[in-house]
């Protein structure tokens, strides 16, 4: 039987699968009798593994930040603490899904793992390869109450420790001028905007006119498919964009001082396959010209899915089961 958590009963979940809401009463019954746990963030610290359940840890983003050993540390946390918290996520892990071989040793330095490590690509991306993306779009769009005919613009900023609020909640970035981005486009894009779930956390003021606020709309997947071109920055939402193959452009006016407060594991330029852009203006003027972001990086793109995206094939779901299940 496959038990789904959900925060609320808006959320679709897989055909065969009964939705749990989290940490109702039946939710830690299930915490504590299932055979297999397939969590994508880590349980709580009161969680304790019993003798008899296997523990999938899939994680829910590309690894590009610093993590683990190396982000407590710049946090300032004791050795101390460290020592236990890699013990107690480790200790925990029968295996972790990783989308690329490189990334194994990332998580072997970052939190001391040991276990076994499936290379397979990560299955809650299969369905950007395998669904029929013209019926998803036109569900999406109807929903949205967006024309066809629209040129569709994922804007999905991260959040910034500078602009947070708490642990957990972050207002939204406001460097993007949405409202005069969607004016100078006009009437033949539609703006949808996703923010980070600390944004979402937080509350922001409503979106008004040509911009539509699809935070919490409950399937990122089906954004992906409809969305013809995307504005991104530093999210490892990028990695799982550029599976569709369609064009990016990249507003990071902070570039400099969000990579100097925010170590990463590895180059940011080589994981941005389009234009580095630092104003609305030249953001709007990127989407106004589509064509020639689609043909000149084109084979950056290419590149880019080579090397970070090669077993995002549709079949990861498949090798994932055979090697855990």
């Known amino acids: 039987e496959l038990l789904w958590g959900v925060l609320d009963r808006s959320v679709a979940i897989p055909e065969g699968g009964r939705a749990l809401l989290i940490e109702s009463r039946e939710w830690y019954t299930a915490l504590g009798s299932c055979r297999y746990l397939c969590p994508n963030i880590e349980f709580e610290r009161y969680f304790r593994k019993r003798p008899y359940q296997r523990y999938l840890q899939t994680f829910h983003g590309y690894p590009f930040k610093s993590m683990g050993i190396s982000l407590w540390r710049v946090q300032g946390r004791p050795e101390s603490v460290i020592d236990k918290e890699c013990t107690r996520r480790s200790g925990a892990w029968d295996a972790i899904v990783v989308p690329e071989s490189f990334c194994v040793d990332l998580y072997r330095q970052e939190y001391r793992f040991t276990g076994e490590a499936l290379v397979s690509g990560y299955p809650r991306n299969d369905a950007l390869v395998t669904a029929d993306t013209a019926s998803v779009r036109a569900r999406v769009l109807a929903q949205l109450g967006i024309h066809p005919d629209q040129i569709v613009v994922l804007y999905a900023p991260t959040w910034r420790d500078t602009v947070a609020t708490s642990a957990w909640t972050a207002k939204l970035f406001d460097g993007l001028d949405l409202r005069a981005l969607a004016e100078r486009l006009g009437d033949r894009y539609a703006v949808l905007v996703r923010g980070h779930n600390y944004n979402l956390r937080e509350g922001f003021a ?59 594991l590895f180059d940011y330029p080589p994981t941005a396959p389009g234009p580095l852009l630092g104003t609305t203006t030249e953001v709007a003027d990127a989407l106004l010209d589509l064509d020639s972001v689609i043909s000149e990086y084109a084979a950056a793109r290419e590149l880019f899915n080579k090397e970070f995206n090669r077993l995002h094939d549709g079949q990861a779901t498949e090798r994932v089961i055979n090697a855990f299940f």
Do not use: C, H, M, Q
């Open 206 to 264: 409503p979106l008004t006119g040509k911009v539509w606020d699809v935070s919490d709309y409950p399937e990122i997947n089906d954004l992906l498919l409809t969305a013809d071109v995307a504005v991104l920055d530093y999210s490892s939402i990028r990695f799982d964009w550029l599976i569709t193959g369609k064009p990016v452009v990249f507003f990071v006016p902070d570039l400099e001082d969000y990579l100097s407060s925010r170590k990463v």
